[in-house]
């Protein structure tokens, strides 16, 4: 069942923001920090979100790991905090993840992303209909765990996909920063009001570099030795 959301269960008043260009005008004329960005991820089923704050890693298709290694070309992220502070969703130039349960009805959390993504072999989410296992992976630190009706964020429309609702979009659509920034709000705002803590740090962390070094190691190809024999033995030629 849904928590109390934010406004105490009533939908936000709708609003239709406009593109923005990531950065703001200061108070003295210069410009300020990028604003974050935001992105859809769109979970197959609830046991993934689990794995996912268990091991600290979001898998993505390869069409949204360029999309998000993009993201991170003019905003290099700052280092994790590991306490909890600021307002989720609320770090400058950060790239962060919108979690919602295909047919579910709901946002479920809020990530932030914390490097671009790296190749790898692991066995950690369910594969997909092709029935191949994901080789994109990102870790990611959970700010938000929640259960947020996607009625009552029906009013948050987002330009960067027509101004359609913000829960319509494939897997990696991006949300225009304004209606990013309200929908993790209100994530927040549901996750307070139902007495959800903030998620835990992953009690099972996995190291993504050591897993994409192994995954290129294998990937290489075998060095010929002088004798003109390859590595394993076979005579070329």
Same mark, same amino acid.
């Given at each position: 069942a849904a928590g109390g959301g934010a406004g105490g269960g009533e939908p936000l008043p709708e609003v239709d923001y406009e593109a923005?260009?990531?950065?703001?005008?200061?108070?003295?004329? @210069? &410009? !300020?920090?990028?604003?974050?960005?935001? #992105?859809?991820?769109?979970?197959?089923?609830?046991? =993934?979100?689990?794995? $996912?704050?268990?091991?600290?890693?979001?898998?993505?298709?390869? @069409? &949204? !790991?360029?999309?998000?290694?993009?993201? #991170?070309?003019?905003?290099?992220?700052?280092?994790? =905090?590991?306490?909890? $502070?600021?307002?989720?969703?609320?770090r400058p130039g950060a790239v962060y993840l919108c979690f919602t349960v295909?047919?579910?009805?709901?946002?479920?959390?809020?990530?932030?992303?914390?490097?671009?993504?790296r190749e790898a072999d692991l066995d950690v989410f369910p594969r997909g209909s092709s029935g191949t296992p994901p080789r994109h992976f990102l870790p990611v630190e959970w700010e938000v765990v929640c259960d947020l009706p996607h009625a009552e964020v029906a009013g948050l429309k987002n330009s960067l996909n027509g101004g359609k609702p913000v829960k319509v979009g494939k897997d990696g659509q991006e949300l225009e920063p304004g209606?990013?920034?309200?929908?993790?709000?209100?994530?927040?705002?549901?996750?307070?009001?139902?007495?959800?803590?903030?998620?835990?740090?992953?009690?099972?962390?996995?190291?993504?570099?050591?897993?994409?070094?192994?995954?290129?190691?294998?990937?290489?190809p075998k060095p010929a030795s002088p004798s003109g024999q390859d590595r394993d033995g076979t005579r070329r030629g």
């Open positions: 923005g260009e990531g950065e703001e005008a200061g108070a003295g004329g @210069g &410009v !300020a920090a990028a604003r974050p960005r935001f #992105f859809l991820a769109k979970a197959l089923s609830f046991p =993934s979100l689990a794995r $996912s704050q268990a091991h600290g890693v979001w898998a993505v298709p390869p @069409g &949204v !790991a360029e999309k998000l290694a993009a993201a #991170f070309v003019p905003a290099p992220q700052p280092p994790s =905090s590991g306490d909890g $502070s600021g307002a989720p969703g609320s295909n047919l579910s009805g709901h946002f479920q959390g809020l990530a932030r992303v914390l490097a671009p993504p209606a990013g920034g309200a929908l993790a709000q209100a994530m927040a705002g549901e996750a307070e009001g139902a007495g959800r803590p903030r998620p835990a740090p992953p009690t099972e962390p996995l190291d993504l570099d050591a897993a994409a070094a192994s995954a290129a190691a294998r990937a290489a």
